[in-house]
C-alpha cells in the first residue's frame, strides 16, 4: 500500500533562518507530491508541488527536493519567517492523495 | 471566486446519534473528496465523489456514506457516531480531469462527539 510519513514531528528554528522538513514514502507508483501548510484551525493549503520525474522544484522562498532512490522528498524554506509557523503535510498522490502525519514547524523570534 | 466552503464549522453529538456535514466545492470543480484528520495526524481519506457516484474510498465502514449533488456540492453523513470519530472533517475539491491530484480545502467541521 501506499504511506507517505515524516521523520521529524516537530522542527523549531530560529527567525531568518532556513527550514528543511523532511519525508519518507514506500509506493513507488506516486507519481506526484505535494506540501500542504496547515495553520491551526484552517483546512490545509498548497504550497509547492513535484512530479516524479523531477528531482528538484522552486517556489517563492520554498524548494522541494526529491531523490526516488531512497523515496525521500524535502521542502526547504529559506529565510524563515514567523508567519511559517504551521503543521507541514507531505502528500503522495498515485490515485488517490496520501497524506504524512506532519511536521511542526515553530519559528523563534 | 469563492473557495471551498464547509457548514457548520463546529458541532457537538452524543453518541449513537447521526451527522451531516457540508461542502461546496471552489467554483468550476466538479468532484470532491473528503477527509478525516483525527487531532495531531495528517488528513485520513474518506472517499471522493465524482458525476454524483462514489469513485474511490478509503479504509472507512459503511456508517461513513456520502453523496454528491449535481451543482456538485457533497454531504458526508456519519451514522452511528462513535467517540472515536471525533475529528476535523476536511472537504476538498478538485477537477476530476486534472493529473496532479491537487486539491483546494475548505476549513472543516469540527465534530466532538460525547
Known amino acids: 500500500g501506499e504511506s507517505v510519513g515524516l521523520h521529524l514531528p516537530t522542527l523549531s528554528v530560529q527567525e531568518g533562518d532556513n527550514s528543511i522538513i523532511n519525508c519518507a514514502y514506500s509506493n513507488s507508483a506516486s507519481d506526484y507530491f505535494i506540501w500542504y501548510k496547515q495553520e491551526s484551525g484552517k483546512g490545509p493549503q498548497f504550497i509547492i508541488d513535484i512530479r516524479s520525474n523531477m528531482d528538484k522544484r522552486q517556489g517563492q522562498r520554498v524548494t522541494v527536493l526529491l531523490n526516488k532512490t531512497v523515496k525521500h522528498l524535502s521542502l526547504q524554506i529559506a529565510a524563515t519567517q514567523p508567519g511559517d509557523s504551521a503543521v507541514y503535510f507531505c502528500?503522495?498522490?498515485?490515485?488517490?492523495?496520501?497524506f504524512g502525519a506532519g511536521t511542526i514547524l515553530r519559528v523563534k523570534s | 471566486d469563492a473557495g471551498v466552503t464547509q457548514s457548520p464549522t463546529h458541532l457537538i453529538k452524543t453518541r449513537g446519534q447521526q451527522v451531516t456535514l457540508r461542502c461546496s466545492p471552489k467554483?468550476?470543480?466538479?468532484?470532491v473528496s473528503w477527509y478525516q484528520q483525527a487531532l495531531g495526524q495528517g488528513p485520513q481519506f474518506i472517499f471522493q465523489y465524482y458525476e454524483e457516484e462514489e469513485r474511490q474510498r478509503g479504509n472507512f465502514p459503511d456508517r461513513f456514506s456520502g453523496h454528491q449533488f449535481p451543482n456538485y456540492s457533497s454531504e458526508l453523513n456519519v451514522n452511528a457516531l462513535l467517540l472515536g470519530d471525533s475529528a476535523l472533517y476536511l472537504c476538498?475539491?478538485?477537477?476530476?480531469?486534472?493529473?496532479?491530484?491537487?486539491?483546494?480545502f475548505g476549513e472543516g467541521s469540527r465534530l466532538t462527539v460525547l
Open positions: 502528500a503522495g498522490y498515485g490515485n488517490k492523495l496520501v
Open positions: 476538498a475539491s478538485s477537477l476530476f480531469s486534472s493529473d496532479t491530484g491537487e486539491l483546494f
Open positions: 467554483s468550476g470543480h466538479d468532484t
